[in-house]
């Protein structure tokens, strides 16, 4: 069985999903047009809370790339596949709160993030173990999870540009390190 069914079969994972993990696979389209520069399929899969949309990247089934894209005309490469793109969703789901310019600042700013999460969702451990568990995934560690988003952002993400397709301009990067924090 795929990851989306058991996401849509099971209330208590979209419901962790969908908050704090801002994945809901209620899905509606995108704020406007949009189309890889490479021409390669975009399939949307779930929403944010602010209007962002997670899409697959390319044919196939849950291990095709993940690319989130913002309401505001920035985009990034998340995860190789559906099963990494839920483990730092279950793992770190305030990843959005974390993105810096450098992956030494943006594992500084990890533990304000977390503390901030659990003030509004003091039974984070237990339902992120029960999500990961429902899902067969292991919870992984923050940091590990973080490091791997800023190599997935900053390496093959960069092979992965989405532009306006009404006006043909590209969604800047949402994470944009210094050319000397590239790997």
């Known amino acids: 069985m795929g990851l989306l069914k058991l ?19 209620a899905y509606y389209d995108h704020v406007e047009e949009v189309r ?3 021409g390669e399929a975009l399939e949307g899969i779930a ?10 990247c390319g044919e196939g089934g849950e291990e095709r790339p993940i690319l989130y894209a913002d309401s505001e005309g920035g985009a990034t490469l998340l995860a190789a596949g559906l099963p990494e793109l839920l483990r730092l969703l279950i793992g770190a789901p305030h ?3 974390c993105l810096d310019e450098s992956l030494e600042r943006t594992l500084a700013q990890d533990e304000e993030a977390l ?9 984070f451990d237990a339902d992120q173990a029960a999500t990961a568990a429902a899902l067969g ?11 791997r988003l800023y190599e997935v952002a900053t390496g093959p993400g960069r092979e992965y540009v989405l532009l ?6 590209a969604y800047r990067f949402l994470w944009a390190p ?3 924090d590239l790997p």
């Open 95 to 97: 990843w959005q709160s």
């Open 47 to 56: 929403k944010d809370g602010a209007g962002g949309t997670y899409f697959f």
């Open 137 to 147: 995934l292991p919870v992984l560690d923050r940091t590990e999870l973080l490091t």
């Open 178 to 180: 210094r050319e000397n």
């Open 7 to 25: 996401i849509r079969d099971n209330d208590d994972v979209a419901g962790f999903l969908c908050w704090p993990g801002e994945f809901d696979i």
């Open 36 to 38: 890889l520069a490479s």
């Open 115 to 123: 503390e901030e999460l659990l003030e509004y969702h003091p039974d």
């Open 164 to 169: 306006n397709a009404e006006e043909g301009t």
